[in-house]
């Protein structure tokens, strides 16, 4: 009775009605999961109660404004435009059906089930741990100039109460090649008339091109750019310094508490970026010629639908657009109470991120419509440019340009940008913490979280240099788009085939009491591992030489890249080879098929709910057993 009674007080067991989540779990008092384990000392163990999220709309206000990011805002609309417009919503929907969605479901589900976050999720298969290990180095890497981008975003948020606007007209020390971006002063038509140039006068090389005031603020202003990093990257700008310490303070602070904080934080952060959205689309759809700039932007060019490109394009925007295969996820989902309807938060955070991204190219395009408008072209497509720029250079641009108070259109939409960017790096952050924390469980929450914003600190500091964006692009590409799709294949075909995928639907139907349909087999096992290995090697067979505004980059930095590639993928051999060896098998085979068994005390964080699992998952796959590669093949997809 008193067993019973700690069941259903145990918060591994509630669900969020309130509810025992293992009532229709027969479990007896005189289970050998209350004896002494000889075997394994350590599933004998009764772990320390993990913290839980307050309330499960925490879970998926959290969710929403991780996945919800930068890259939805300023990265979506002009990947859209150069991918075929309207035809390209066509590959990306179908690919949000086939990789994003069944990815995020399983990462919400193999973290809910384990309370374990995305480096010991792998003792399902401890082989296999330098997945976890290598995407939380690659989260590290990328929360570190995520906080740089969000620094620069803090110093527009600035500047953008001042009238008028410092990025809106040129400066003499800037030359004759800067024309203003405020419309008052001089605007494209005019500047390409005769009179506005000397006479005979000819582009003698690309230098000599005509740049906007905010392109000039930018790199001059903001960057204090360098031509290239041959002589190194500079010292920081200190105005940025103190940006990136804001926003690591804002990170630190939200997330000191774990999820008991920025559980409660999430709410504004995942809420208040939706607010300011809505004010700029109603804003823009009522300007003059918006309408025009929204159908310029759902218009389909039908002739790249079958572009490779376009498809390649379609699944890095979904792939990281919801942080799938960065650990973030598990790690959010590992604080859920055992039972939550994970099933419904994955529907809604990758329906919601589409919907997002799409009200954010309305938002845009409409403003760029009015903008064409004023200056009297029908080339909407020519009045931004897109680019890694695009949120510095070309809506600064597109801001100034508005005729009647530009500040509250600039301070509305990088405040948006920060509380984005804010929400997005506080996951990343969280994910490396809860890392580090589930080896070394003793080091305290808020330690940790000043230790590792801290460091992120001082690292981030290359970030805000005058070659800042130079070592900006470099991480991004080596750090994250070489190394991203590597872990995120070897974390596909570890679930779906060495943990199989149909052990994995009976971890959800234990965890959940529903069964798991054909679709999300076939996705798991097949389809969505199938894909991303073929575009694995399409972006291989593509690659070409790194570059920044077609700048080549000095060999030493190269070098710098790659280290930082083999690094994070060579996690996979480095804990292959430690889990053979630590393994307490007596013979290599013993060792090797060991390794890739998923660990004694996998499962269920409760003892009790984790020994009945076992005699469950037993009685489920010895039948099964022996029966031949090509049965088991079957049984692993269908069940």
């Known amino acids: 009775m008193d067993t019973t009674q700690r069941n259903h007080q145990n918060l591994a067991f509630v669900g969020d009605d309130g509810r025992s989540t293992a009532s229709t779990v027969e479990i007896s008092t005189n289970s050998p999961a209350l004896r002494d384990n000889s075997d394994d000392q350590e599933a004998a163990k009764v772990p320390e109660e993990r913290a839980t999220w307050g309330k499960g709309v925490e879970f998926l206000m959290s969710c929403i404004a991780m996945s919800v990011g930068l890259g939805n805002v300023w990265r979506f609309p002009f990947t859209a435009l150069d991918n075929g417009g309207g035809a390209f919503l066509i590959p990306y929907l179908i690919v949000l ?3 994003g969605k069944p990815i995020y479901y399983l990462e919400m589900v193999i973290g809910q089930f384990s309370s374990r976050g995305s480096v010991k999720v792998f003792d399902l298969c401890p082989a296999m741990k330098g997945v976890g290990a290598g ?11 995520y906080a740089a ?36 002063a001089s605007n494209w038509s005019q500047l390409e008339s005769n009179d506005q140039r000397p006479q005979n006068y000819t582009m003698k090389s690309q230098n000599d091109r005509v740049i906007t ?33 804001i926003a690591w303070s804002c990170v630190f602070f939200i997330i000191r508490r774990g999820v008991k904080s920025s559980g409660k934080a999430s709410y504004f952060l995942a809420l208040f970026p939706y607010v300011i959205m809505g004010v700029l689309l109603v804003r823009a759809v009522t300007l003059p010629g918006s309408i025009d700039g929204i159908y310029y932007f759902i218009k389909p060019q039908w002739g ?5 490109k376009v498809w390649y394009a379609a699944v890095t925007q ?8 960065f650990g973030n996820i598990i790690m959010y989902s590992s604080f859920n109470k055992f ?37 009297g072209t029908d080339d909407i497509g020519s009045v931004v440019k897109g680019g890694a720029g695009l949120a510095f250079i070309s809506y600064p641009d597109a801001i100034a340009k508005f005729k009647n108070l530009p500040q509250i259109f600039s301070v509305l939409f990088f405040l948006m940008l920060f509380v984005l960017g804010i929400g997005s790096n506080i996951a990343m952050t969280s994910c490396s913490v809860t890392a580090i924390r589930d080896r070394f469980p ?31 692009t470099l991480v991004d590409f080596f750090g994250a788009s070489m190394i991203a799709l590597v872990l995120g294949i070897a974390e596909l075909y570890t679930i779906g085939w060495i943990y199989g995928t149909d052990r994995l639907c009976k971890d959800i139907e234990f965890m959940l009491g529903r069964k798991v349909g054909l679709y999300w087999r076939l996705c798991w096992s097949i389809i969505t591992p199938l894909i991303m290995t073929v575009i694995l090697i399409y972006f291989y067979a593509t690659y070409q030489p790194l570059t920044y505004n077609n700048i080549v980059y000095p060999n030493w930095s190269y070098s710098i890249g790659w280290l930082i590639t083999a690094f994070g993928i060579l996690q996979l051999p480095i804990w292959m080879i430690v889990a053979i060896v630590r393994d307490p098998g007596q013979t290599l085979g013993a060792k090797i098929r060991g390794a890739f068994t998923p660990k004694k005390n996998w499962g269920p964080s409760d003892p009790l709910l984790r020994e009945q699992y076992h005699k469950e998952i037993e009685n489920e796959l010895t039948p099964k057993r022996g029966q031949g590669i090509w049965a088991a093949i079957k049984q692993n997809i269908f069940g």
């Open 97 to 99: 059906f086939l990789i």
């Open 213 to 245: 005031s905010s392109e000039w603020y930018f790199v001059k202003e903001v960057l204090h750019e360098k031509p290239n990093i041959e002589e190194g990257i500079g010292l920081p700008n200190w105005e940025l310094v103190i940006g990136l310490f």
């Open 339 to 375: 039972g939550h309807n994970v099933h419904r938060d994955a529907a809604i955070v990758t329906g919601l991120d589409t919907m997002t991204s799409l009200l954010a190219g309305f938002t845009i395009f409409g403003i760029l419509g009015h903008l064409a408008h004023e200056i």
């Open 304 to 308: 790249k639908i079958l572009d490779p």
């Open 149 to 184: 981008l969000v620094a620069i975003i803090g110093r527009y948020f600035i500047e953008s109460f001042r009238n008028p606007l410092p990025w809106s007209t040129c400066r003499a020390e800037w030359g004759i090649h800067c024309i203003n971006s405020a419309p008052d």
């Open 135 to 145: 995407q939380a180095f690659q989260v590290f890497m990328l929360s570190t100039y």
């Open 318 to 325: 979904c792939f990281y657009s919801l942080s799938v295969c």
């Open 442 to 472: 003793n080091f305290g929450q808020w330690q940790c979280s000043l230790l590792i914003a801290v460091v992120s600190f001082f690292i981030g500091l290359m970030y805000i240099t005058p070659g800042g964006q130079y070592m900006l």
